[in-house]
């Protein structure tokens, strides 16, 4: 079993699946898209060399039944599958909850039919079916040492210890993905930095955090950005980027991650979130 929701530009959404109105006949695009693959002949040799390859985007076509009363339904399918404007998918299954974005290409239906079946052809530019739970991991913990029975020994007595980890599985997606990347102050830093160990990309910025600051980094296809927020206002501080600094992606499985700073290291925290990306349903 299966649950297809479509979301319009307006955010208004139609249940597709277990519907008084249509039955969903068919699905096509849900499996992996196909790769070009970019080959060229070498003289004196049998076969080819590979030269490069890519993904390129995904067409889903979904092909309907319109209950009765036909016509008054068949009108409000316009309303969500509206050609050359945006939609959104949902589909989900017993072991996957994922969506998608496109822009519907075609409407194509016979209304001298007794039963009209709708074929609507969507084209989706990022082929990735993408997770609906957004993973976030917190890299710095904070755990308690206080307890009872409490009794004060001579000397300092520390009521927390700040745990750093260092790694997770941050992407159980099926490619590699950006993320969100926040930084935290809790007293002055300078030049928070943070590194995937596991692809060697590290990402670190010229810049003092004060206390109850927090730096967003978001380093996901075409929403690449850096912005710091300090207490009522926020700051584009992409300028900032040192050098050298890579938009830091995370590989399918474990990652290996560290961050430091050039100063105040111990009063920075760090927290991560991504959204998995799937080839196929």
Same mark, same amino acid.
């Given at each position: ?83 050359? *404007?945006?939609? =959104? ?5 017993? /072991?996957?909850? $994922?969506?998608?974005? &496109? !822009? ?57 210890? *700040?745990?750093? =980890? ?5 992407? /159980?997606?099926? $490619?590699?993905?950006? &993320? !969100? ?75 290996? !991650? ?24």
């Amino acid at each position: 079993m299966f649950e297809l929701i479509v979301q319009n530009q307006k955010g208004e959404q139609l249940v597709l699946t277990d519907s008084k109105s249509y039955d969903v006949l068919e699905i096509s695009g849900l499996n992996p898209s196909a790769a070009n693959v970019n080959t060229k002949a070498v003289t004196g040799y049998d076969g080819t060399k590979f030269n490069s390859s890519r993904i390129g985007q995904r067409n889903i076509v979904i092909t309907l039944n319109i209950k009765y009363p036909i016509e008054e339904n068949r009108l409000n399918l316009y309303k969500f599958f509206q050609v050359k *404007r945006y939609i =959104k998918l949902y589909f989900s299954t017993r /072991t996957r909850n $994922v969506w998608i974005e &496109g !822009i519907v290409e075609s409407f194509e239906n016979n209304h001298f039919t007794n039963r009209q079946k709708p074929v609507i052809s969507i084209i989706c530019p990022d082929p990735y079916w993408k997770s609906a739970d957004e993973r976030t991991f917190d890299f710095t913990e904070s755990v308690s040492l206080f307890e009872f029975p409490f009794e004060i020994p001579t000397g300092e007595i520390a009521f927390s210890e *700040r745990i750093v =980890k260092t790694s997770e599985y941050i992407n /159980t997606g099926d $490619v590699p993905t950006g &993320g !969100i990347i926040t930084f935290t102050a809790s007293g002055t830093v300078t030049n928070p930095k943070i590194i995937n160990n596991s692809t060697g990309e590290f990402f670190e910025l010229e810049c003092e955090m004060q206390s109850g600051d927090r730096i967003v980094i978001n380093t996901g296809f075409g929403e690449k950005s850096v912005i710091l927020k300090h207490l009522y206002y926020e700051e584009n501080i992409l300028s900032s980027r040192i050098s050298g600094s890579k938009w830091i992606k995370f590989e399918s499985g474990e990652n290996l !991650i560290s961050y430091t700073a050039e100063s105040g290291a111990e009063f920075l925290s760090l927290k991560i979130s991504a959204v998995q990306k799937f080839e196929g349903v």
